[in-house]
Nanobody, 125 residues
Framework: QVQLVESGGGSVQAGGSLRLSCTAS????????MGWFRQAPGKEREAVAT?????????YYADSVKGRFSISLVNGRNTVILQMNSLKPDDTAMYFC?????????????????WGQGTQVTVSS
């Protein structure tokens, strides 16, 4: 069974940058989707960015992060990176890596086959 291990995160001042990494153990298919979600206290979990693992790299970004965040795959399909620039206090949340076996049409809606354990991102003003 695939496991997702996240790294990165931490505390940064507004305007700063952070890089999150998530490595999947096990086989990732070209039809899969990988992505990042976040959940702030008292709010629902929301999709931040997703990427198709077929090499074409079709991506999705939440409107709130477009132009500031970038998602990419490294090491073939098994590691997904979320580069976060121009961070704002509203970006403060627990960030979760997710694998979607049902593809990128479903993952942004929350249809994840596997979740990572989460990594905290805190942005101070």
């Amino acid at each position: 069974q695939v496991q997702l291990v996240e790294s990165g995160g931490g505390s940064v001042q507004a305007g700063g940058s952070l890089r999150l990494s998530c490595t999947a153990s096990g086989y990732i298919y070209s039809s899969d989707c990988m992505g990042w979600f976040r959940q702030a206290p008292g709010k629902e979990r929301e999709a931040v960015a997703t990427i198709q693992t077929d090499g074409g790299g079709t991506t999705y970004y939440a409107d709130s992060v477009k132009g500031r965040f970038s998602i990419s795959l490294v090491n073939g399909r098994n590691t997904v990176i979320l580069q976060m620039n121009s961070l704002k206090p509203d970006d403060t949340a627990m960030y979760f890596c997710a694998l979607g076996r049902q593809g990128c049409a479903k993952l942004p809606l929350g249809y994840a086959s596997k979740w990572g354990q989460g990594t905290q991102v805190t942005v101070s003003s």
